[in-house]
């Protein structure tokens, strides 16, 4: 019933949001005397932001098509490498350029799309070929294709890792944003443990849960004051017959992205009272670089409930992984395994998702790993999107990024 309540939602408000668009046009329309006094240009302007925030949304481009390289501009284009139900290896492939490290970039799959590190991914391209993981929307996905657990998820790290590194240099590079960094840091610890030939130079990880027993944000909270019962009866929902995945049951992005919002209603609620008085004075250049924003962001897809709810278990309640007891096939995953990976762990100032010394943990429980393969950076001032997109992203903290992949190519 949820998931049909909120189509039938979607499908009203979709409506609305094509009749605002037009009447946007039709009083911001040279031809209309109502253009130029009166309330028309008011009007018009909140219509436009209505229209904005009422509109569908499906999944976005990345739409890079150039970088720079040593002052030229050099054509990029998407390559899929490789291939899963649930999501697929993408390769920025940077043309007439060669070598270079090979850098896998890990998006989370936690309610928006791959494209949430548009970002990141620019500002890497001229220094790394760059590859990511591009996560599928699980209502697109048909139930004969079979589930896609947290377990899952660590075999496509696995499986991604050594598919790169039967491209060329046998060890590439990992970068996880945010929720990847459990599953991905399972991952090289297996492959650190089998001695695999593909095990990652380095591991980076940016805003990442691995122990949030550490400065609990409103996000851990939330995980942990219900009990695990209470997240599979009040937010998993099924998929409607519309979509290829029916059947399905699902962690709905729509939720995903009302608690995010809800976390922080007062900024999102000033951005678009910003975003109309910029469309009244008539800076369509402001109001746009918050439309972009807002496209991305309001951009969502749905996750199985059975990856959700064993992270919810593994990550957020027992806190598997930093006590040593979390298991991957029956197998435990243990972090002292690590010897030869380095790993540089990332955190933002004012981050409000993953708190203080969540990241860091990463560093405490590799208890093999030599300390001249560890580092860790404080981005001051920085919140969690800001980690990894943005001016402080590019000029301050990925050249951290940059020189540590150097380092250890």
């Not at 500002?123 to 079979?146: E, F, H, S």
């Not at 060329?168 to 459990?182: K, T």
């Not at 001249?372 to 981005?379: P, T």
Request: hydrophobic share 40%.
């Amino acid at each position: 019933m949820l998931y049909n309540a909120y189509e039938l939602q979607r499908s009203m408000l979709a409506g609305a949001s094509a009749l605002a668009n037009f009447s946007a046009g039709l009083l911001n329309n040279p031809a209309n005397p109502f253009a130029y006094f009166g309330g028309g240009p008011i009007l018009a302007s909140a219509l436009e932001v209505f229209a904005h925030a009422s509109a569908p949304r499906g999944k976005p481009e990345f739409g890079l098509d150039f970088t720079e390289i040593d002052g030229k501009q050099v054509a990029i284009h998407e390559e899929i490498v490789l291939r899963k139900p649930f999501g697929q290896l993408k390769r920025f492939v940077r043309e007439g350029v060669e070598g270079g490290p090979k850098l896998l970039i890990v998006a989370p799959m936690s309610g928006h799309f791959a494209t949430l590190l548009r970002g990141t991914v620019q500002r890497m391209l001229p220094v790394a070929d760059v590859y990511i993981t591009d996560w599928r929307d699980a209502r697109q996905v048909p139930l004969a294709d079979g589930r896609f657990d947290l377990d899952d998820y660590v075999d496509y790290v696995i499986e991604f890792l050594a598919t790169i590194g039967a491209e060329g240099d046998a060890r590439p590079h990992v970068l996880a944003v945010c929720q990847p960094s459990v599953p991905v840091y399972a991952a090289v610890a297996l492959m650190n443990a089998d001695k695999h030939p593909n095990t990652p130079r380095t591991l980076t990880m940016m805003g990442g849960p691995i122990d949030t027993r550490e400065a609990p944000t409103a996000v851990n909270t939330l995980a942990t004051e219900r009990p695990h019962s209470w997240f599979k009866q009040n937010v998993i929902a099924t998929v409607p017959a519309t979509y290829p995945g029916a059947g399905r049951t699902v962690y709905p992005g729509f939720l995903q992205l009302a608690g995010f919002m809800t976390m922080n209603l007062g900024n999102h609620m000033n951005s678009h009272w910003e975003m109309f008085k910029h469309l009244v004075k008539g800076d369509d250049e402001s109001a746009d670089a918050t439309m972009r924003f807002y496209d991305e962001y309001r951009s969502v897809c749905d996750m199985t409930s059975e990856f959700y709810l064993q992270t919810i278990d593994v990550v957020f309640q027992s806190h598997a992984l930093p006590k040593g007891e979390m298991m991957h096939r029956g197998r435990r995953v243990d972090p002292a395994a690590i010897t030869d990976t380095a790993i540089l762990a990332i955190e933002g100032e004012k981050d409000d998702i993953s708190g203080l010394g969540q990241t860091r943990a990463a560093l405490t429980i590799a208890t093999n790993l030599p300390a001249k393969m560890k580092k860790y950076y404080m981005a001051e001032d920085v919140g969690h999107y800001g980690i990894f997109n943005g001016s402080k992203w590019r000029n301050r903290i990925a050249p951290v990024l940059e020189e540590w992949i150097a380092t250890h190519s």
